[in-house]
């Protein structure tokens, strides 16, 4: 079977829509860089398109949701769960989208600032898979929030704009580097190396006046002289101690806007495709939809690339627990409601799949792959060598999918993640499975998966936003 180009099957008018919807998710990558930011700037979309807050409605005191009424809930700031209340009693499940918006980065560790031999330093930690040496010699922004200790926020976003400095994490000059290059990929650039340079100027405090060389030699060792210039720069900007990094939630990332790519505008470079290209369509999608039969639900998540625990992970009972205040909202509150309409669901668990490329074909099944432009990507099963840790959609479902997407003209390609023996990954679909609901990954094929800049397609992302919208009308 061999899929379609996409992007041949498009007149005028889809060709448009596809360049207005790559256009405003290009705004959306670039701005929400961190699982916080992109929570803000989606509440916004909701708030503006209706969507209540849970919490205010049950304040209210709501006595009855009824079809149409549009609900969303926050997680600690780092996940949202928006439903729109379908014609259908919601025992008898839900149509579900579920992406997640965390991405691979570095974090600051909690006592990161250091100064060594005229340079300062902070200290990481990397969050998720990723190769190291890739993160070396670029420029990288920080993203984050600083909480004292009079519980005060402050949020830092330093490095995107064209007046804010940049930071980077160094590398061996090739002249050096010769026992370097001799160690393995993962080798090259260690963990504990992979610390970002913050400045490099000693602290003035001379009010100008000179000092002999060995005087300020001497003042510098005692003094940490360029640690306390950054000190210095944080108390001024930020009203920030160095203890206050005990508090604090700090993202490297890679720093710049979402770029067009190739001479033909035809993808998308930029960081964090995994899995926002798949977050956004998803919310763009119940925003976008009619009142459906079935309640509308979309899911975004964090913590998915370390596994999806903690308290704003898949893992934790927060979807669960949402889900039973909507229905005690729509008059159930039985612990049998909530388990109907778990297990009479159904899920496209929005996640991102691997797409073929040329340059590196022996990893990849050629039969079994996504292609850029062939449209949206489903996944019958994820995990690792034997589909070890991964949730496999039934036939039945896989067939009632297909229906409805032909019916619609939604373009989609199968693809596993590589040859069975080399590929391995995982998702949150077989965390929803668990109640007994029908789910499959579904999602937009990416280029450098990982990398700090990975490549979509903009057909793709736009074909994976129709067949979200088709799921939600008709499943």
Same mark, same amino acid.
């Given at each position: 079977?061999? #899929?379609?180009?996409?992007? &041949?099957?498009?007149?005028?008018?889809?060709?448009?829509?596809?360049?207005?919807?790559?256009?405003?998710?290009?705004?959306?990558?670039?701005?929400?860089?961190?699982?916080?930011? $992109?929570?803000?700037?989606?509440?916004?979309?909701?708030?503006? #398109?209706?969507?209540?807050?849970?919490?205010?409605?049950?304040?209210?005191?709501?006595? %009855?949701? =009824?079809?149409?009424?549009?609900?969303?809930?926050?997680?600690?700031?780092?996940?949202?769960?928006?439903?729109?209340?379908?014609?259908?009693?919601?025992?008898?499940?839900?149509?579900?989208? +579920?992406?997640?918006?965390?991405?691979?980065?570095?974090?600051?560790?909690?006592?990161? @600032?250091?100064?060594?031999?005229?340079?300062?330093?902070?200290?990481?930690?990397?969050?998720?898979?990723?190769?190291? /040496?890739?993160?070396?010699?670029?420029?990288?922004?920080?993203?984050?929030?600083?909480?004292?200790?009079?519980?005060?926020?402050?949020?830092?976003?330093?490095?995107?704009?064209?007046?804010?400095?940049?930071?980077?994490?160094?590398?061996?000059?090739?002249?050096?580097?010769?026992?370097?290059?001799?160690? =393995?990929?993962? &080798?090259?650039?260690?963990?504990?190396?992979?610390?970002?340079?913050? +400045?490099? %100027?000693?602290?003035?405090?001379?009010?100008?006046?000179?000092?002999?060389? *060995?005087?300020?030699?001497?003042?510098?060792?005692?003094?940490?002289?360029?640690?306390?210039?950054?000190? %210095?720069?944080? =108390?001024?900007?930020?009203?920030?101690?160095?203890?206050?990094?005990?508090?604090?939630?700090?993202?490297?990332?890679?720093?710049?806007?979402?770029?067009?790519?190739?001479?033909?505008?035809?993808?998308?470079?930029?960081?964090?495709?995994?899995?926002?290209?798949?977050? /956004?369509?998803?919310?763009?999608?119940?925003?976008?939809?009619?009142?459906?039969?079935?309640?509308?639900?979309?899911?975004?998540?964090?913590?998915?690339?370390?596994?999806?625990?903690?308290?704003?992970?898949?893992?934790? @009972?927060?979807?669960?627990?949402?889900?039973?205040?909507?229905?005690?909202?729509?008059?159930?509150?039985?612990?049998?409601?909530?388990?109907? $309409? @778990?297990?009479?669901?159904?899920?496209?668990?929005?996640?991102?799949?691997?797409?073929?490329?040329?340059? /590196?074909?022996?990893?990849?099944? %050629? &039969?079994?792959?996504?292609?850029?432009?062939?449209?949206?990507?489903?996944? *019958?099963?994820?995990?690792?060598?034997?589909?070890?840790?991964? #949730?496999?959609? #039934?036939?039945?479902?896989?067939? =009632?999918?297909?229906?409805?997407?032909?019916?619609?003209?939604?373009?989609?390609?199968?693809?596993?993640?590589?040859?069975?023996?080399?590929?391995?990954?995982?998702?949150?679909? /077989?965390?929803?499975?668990?109640?007994?609901?029908?789910?499959?990954? $579904?999602?937009?094929?990416?280029?450098?998966?990982?990398?700090?800049?990975?490549?979509?397609? *903009?057909?793709?992302?736009?074909?994976?936003?129709?067949?979200?919208?088709?799921?939600?009308?008709?499943?």
């Amino acid at each position: 079977m061999e #899929n379609k180009n996409v992007w &041949k099957k498009y007149d005028k008018k889809q060709n448009k829509e596809l360049e207005s919807f790559s256009e405003k998710y290009i705004d959306f990558i670039s701005e929400c860089k961190t699982e916080r930011e $992109c929570t803000d700037y989606l509440v916004d979309i909701l708030e503006e #398109n209706g969507f209540v807050e849970l919490e205010r409605i049950l304040q209210r005191n709501v006595a %009855k949701l =009824k079809a149409g009424d549009k609900v969303y809930a926050v997680n600690k700031n780092k996940g949202i769960i928006a439903f729109r209340i379908g014609k259908e009693n919601p025992e008898n499940g839900m149509n579900i989208l +579920g992406a997640h918006i965390d991405s691979p980065r570095l974090d600051i560790k909690q006592n990161p @600032l250091y100064e060594d031999s005229g340079l300062a330093y902070l200290d990481t930690h990397y969050y998720g898979g990723i190769k190291k /040496y890739q993160w070396v010699t670029i420029p990288l922004a920080i993203h984050g929030v600083v909480v004292k200790k009079d519980l005060t926020t402050t949020i830092i976003d330093l490095g995107e704009e064209p007046h804010d400095p940049v930071f980077f994490i160094s590398d061996l000059l090739i002249h050096l580097s010769q026992e370097q290059l001799e160690k =393995k990929a993962a &080798k090259v650039i260690e963990g504990e190396a992979l610390d970002i340079v913050i +400045g490099s %100027k000693p602290f003035a405090d001379n009010d100008g006046k000179d000092a002999t060389e *060995k005087e300020n030699a001497e003042k510098e060792k005692e003094n940490e002289s360029v640690k306390k210039t950054i000190l %210095k720069i944080l =108390k001024e900007n930020y009203d920030m101690e160095e203890e206050d990094f005990l508090s604090a939630e700090l993202e490297i990332v890679p720093a710049g806007r979402a770029r067009e790519c190739g001479l033909d505008r035809s993808m998308i470079m930029g960081y964090g495709h995994d899995d926002r290209s798949c977050a /956004y369509p998803s919310l763009r999608a119940i925003v976008d939809s009619a009142t459906p039969d079935k309640t509308a639900c979309c899911i975004l998540v964090d913590k998915e690339e370390i596994g999806s625990v903690g308290a704003t992970g898949m893992q934790s @009972l927060f979807f669960e627990n949402t889900v039973a205040e909507i229905l005690a909202l729509c008059g159930m509150t039985g612990e049998l409601s909530l388990r109907r $309409c @778990l297990a009479n669901s159904n899920m496209l668990s929005s996640d991102v799949s691997s797409a073929f490329d040329p340059s /590196y074909a022996s990893s990849f099944d %050629k &039969k079994n792959v996504a292609y850029l432009g062939k449209g949206m990507v489903l996944c *019958k099963f994820t995990g690792a060598r034997g589909k070890s840790g991964s #949730n496999d959609a #039934n036939a039945e479902y896989l067939g =009632k999918l297909r229906s409805v997407f032909d019916k619609d003209g939604v373009s989609f390609q199968t693809a596993e993640l590589g040859k069975v023996d080399l590929g391995g990954g995982g998702t949150i679909a /077989y965390m929803l499975a668990k109640y007994g609901m029908n789910v499959i990954d $579904c999602g937009v094929a990416v280029l450098n998966m990982h990398a700090p800049f990975e490549v979509i397609s *903009k057909a793709d992302i736009y074909e994976t936003y129709r067949g979200y919208l088709c799921f939600l009308k008709n499943m």
